[in-house]
């Protein structure tokens, strides 16, 4: 699973997500950090990323085109919480919803709640 961080999390998540196992890269070092929401939903799409993101765009993009990929974590109710916070919130809640990324989905991640939204959104 390779997860992109929007331009909206902090690059320092990159050290505990990848701690973890996982493949993540932030938009800033693919050049990307000032880059459209589109642009980098299509680059998500074309190189097998899931979307990390506090922008509710990305899922309403989603939604709107009825595209089945790529699947996007929406972290919500987190502006609050530090970098590493988030990162913790990432790694302890990621594992299980590995396959409904995989399949193809929406999944909101919030401090008390995880929901997740099989793509596309009919």
Do not use: K
Not at 46 to 60: K, L, M
Request: proline letters at 7%; zero cysteines; a negative charge.
């Amino acid at each position: 699973m390779r997860l992109l961080l929007d331009a909206n999390l902090s690059p320092r998540l990159l050290g505990p997500v990848r701690a973890a196992g996982f493949d993540v890269a932030h938009v800033a070092e693919l050049g990307l950090l000032t880059a459209s929401d589109r642009t980098i939903l299509d680059l998500a799409e074309a190189e097998g990323f899931i979307v990390v993101t506090a922008d509710t765009y990305f899922p309403t993009m989603l939604a709107l085109s009825g595209a089945p990929m790529p699947s996007v974590v929406l972290l919500r109710g987190v502006a609050e919480l530090t970098p590493e916070l988030h990162g913790q919130l990432l790694v302890a809640n990621l594992p299980a919803v590995v396959e409904d990324l995989e399949r193809g989905a929406i999944v909101s991640l919030s401090p008390d709640r995880i929901r997740v939204r099989d793509l596309p959104v009919m």
